[in-house]
């Protein structure tokens, strides 16, 4: 095992928190899943599977949140997909109780392009009614943030 900063953080968090949650959640996710229409099989299947990837390749900043939203007994669907005008979706997390979506940025999402391309896919969402609520990783590093922020949209 390495021993630098960056990997005490990732190995501290690494509980099993998030992938029980998935595993316990899926039917209900299954659920939500079949509401999307007018696909074929085909891309109903890659949807599954990729969503599967998606859960599964959490990092660090995921599984903080994650964390906390299930110890503040907040309900979440992890990677929820979504179909808007023939382009497939993936939502960090979707919080169906509040109808909003919870996308955590990383450095990149700092970029110009990359600031267009997110301003485009929550004006998509928006067309669905479903608001999207943009964290940085830096502030998932801190519960009060998360709270805060949290409680400024309305979720509790």
């Not at 599964?56 to 997909?81: C, D, G, T, W």
Request: aromatic share 12%.
């Amino acid at each position: 095992m390495r021993k630098n900063k960056k990997n005490k953080c990732v190995n501290k968090v690494r509980s099993n928190k998030l992938e029980k949650h998935n595993a316990y959640s899926y039917i209900e996710d299954i659920d939500v899943m079949g509401k999307i229409y007018n696909i074929s099989k085909s891309q109903k299947d890659w949807i599954e599977l990729t969503r599967y990837e998606l859960q599964s390749k959490a990092n660090v900043y995921e599984r903080m949140f994650a964390e906390y939203l299930i110890n503040h007994k907040i309900e979440f669907i992890h990677q929820a997909p979504y179909v808007i005008d023939g382009k497939i979706y993936f939502l960090d997390f979707y919080l169906k109780k509040y109808n909003k979506a919870i996308e955590l940025d990383g450095q990149y999402h700092q970029s110009m392009s990359q600031r267009s391309q997110d301003y485009y896919r929550d004006s998509m969402f928006k067309s669905i009614k479903i608001n999207t609520i943009r964290i940085s990783n830096e502030n998932v590093k801190s519960n009060m943030m998360i709270k805060n922020i949290l409680e400024l949209n309305h979720i509790k």
